[in-house]
Nanobody, 124 residues
Framework: QVQLVGSGGGLVQAGGSLRLSCAVS????????MGWFRQAPGKEREFVAA????????YYGDSVKGRFTISRDNAKNTVYLQMNSLKPEDTAVYYC?????????????????WGQGTQVTVSS
């Protein structure tokens, strides 16, 4: 079993930045792929970004490319999502997730473990 604890959300003005963290514990594996998803009120949960724990390869959703950066710290077993140039439409609950698949995937059903979510609110 893998436990994920997300943190770092908050209220920020448009154009500002936030960094989310996802602490990973339990039966972790260096072959996992870690992802961030978000869910805005009344909308479906959508893929934001993912990173391969072993290779460091990354992949981003179209709406965040060039503004968000996903990274990992192997020593701290933590994955980060640096969010810059935030827009009101980035407002959502952000979830970190992990999949035992070796390659980066973007579908919700392909992720095996989920964190509890952290709220990000961007004011205009």
């Amino acid at each position: 079993q893998v436990q994920l604890v997300g943190s770092g959300g908050g209220l920020v003005q448009a154009g500002g930045s936030l960094r989310l963290s996802c602490a990973v514990s339990g039966r972790t594996s260096s072959r996992y792929v870690m992802g961030w998803f978000r869910q805005a009120p009344g909308k479906e949960r959508e893929f934001v970004a993912a990173i391969s724990w072993s290779s460091g390869s990354t992949y981003y959703g179209d709406s965040v490319k060039g503004r968000f950066t996903i990274s990992r710290d192997n020593a701290k077993n933590t994955v980060y999502l640096q969010m810059n140039s935030l827009k009101p439409e980035d407002t959502a609950v952000y979830y970190c997730a992990a999949t035992r698949r070796a390659l980066i995937v973007t579908g919700l059903s392909e992720y095996d473990f989920w964190g509890q979510g952290t709220q990000v609110t961007v004011s205009s």
